[in-house]
């Protein structure tokens, strides 16, 4: 089985490298330019799939974009893009491809809940290679290279180890895509301690990766949800895979199922859990 998993494998690695530390430079000033000045203030609009945009959103994206290709000059593929813009950018971008979500979180922005971020992640072959998640309001600064460990505001970051049992977790779940039989389950019979969802995926990864979550669920995401969240995740030590398959990378690249635990024995028994109940 290929979980998505690389503890131990970056033992020996030191700090960020020279591209992380630009691309993370490029997100701080980005996100302190064009982001929180319009915290609170900004007004909004739904796009054709009903969710939200915003002038931030929008300016974030167009400075990223510059930012971004100064670093690496690759195809930028943006979440606030038409739906055949994004797929030709990722067919276009198999040698480089920057995926970035300006705000993870925008009804979270617009309504003053303080769970949204800054996502951006590289990608080549299709697979991550470096990631940023950054939390303007908690001032936490998410990173990582692959084989090169993951980074919480430049420090390495090793999660806390759960090495508890499955009924005293505290699990991150988001029910909207997952099947009515799982939901049911989940409402009637949870496997678990307690339940959590403040709706910025990115996010979710990240509090995984630390260990403030010591499980996660998720019935569909986008590319720009799991590209940069799930390496950060990959890094810290953490293991993962779709509902359908045990390769998380083998996943529908515009619809990944997540199912994810830091602890490999917790993992293995919140996986069997679920699928038991499709």
Known sequence: MNHLSNSGKHA????????????????????????????????????????????????????????????????VLGEEMAVAEQRALWAAGHDGLWCIDPIDGTSNFVRGLPYFAVSVALLREGRSVLGVVYDPVANEMFAAEHERGAFLNGEKL?????????????????????????????????????????????????????????????????????????????????????????????GDIWQRSVIAARDEKLFEEWKNWIRAQQ
Not at 43 to 66: I, N, P, V, W, Y
Not at 203 to 226: E, I, K, N, P, T
Not at 234 to 243: D, T
């Open 12 to 75: 020996a690695a030191t700090g960020m490298g020279p591209l992380l530390k630009a691309a993370v430079a490029a997100v701080k000033l980005v996100t302190a330019e064009e982001i929180m000045p319009r915290y609170l203030k900004v007004a909004h609009q739904r796009k054709s799939d009903g969710s939200l945009c915003t002038e931030a959103d929008l300016a974030a994206q167009g400075a990223l974009t510059k930012k971004l290709q100064a670093i690496l000059n690759v195809p």
């Open 158 to 250: 090793l999660g806390r180890e759960a090495g508890i049992p499955l009924e005293q977790a505290l699990a991150s779940v988001d029910l909207k895509r997952l099947k009515k039989k799982l939901v049911t389950q989940l409402a009637a019979h949870p496997p678990y301690s307690s339940q959590r969802n403040f709706g910025a995926s990115a996010l979710d990864w990240c509090y995984s990766a630390v260990g403030r979550y010591d499980m996660y669920l998720h019935g569909g995401q986008q590319l720009w949800d799991y590209a940069a969240g799930s390496l950060i995740f990959q890094e810290s030590g953490g293991h993962a895979c779709c509902i359908e398959t045990d390769d998380f990378a083998q």
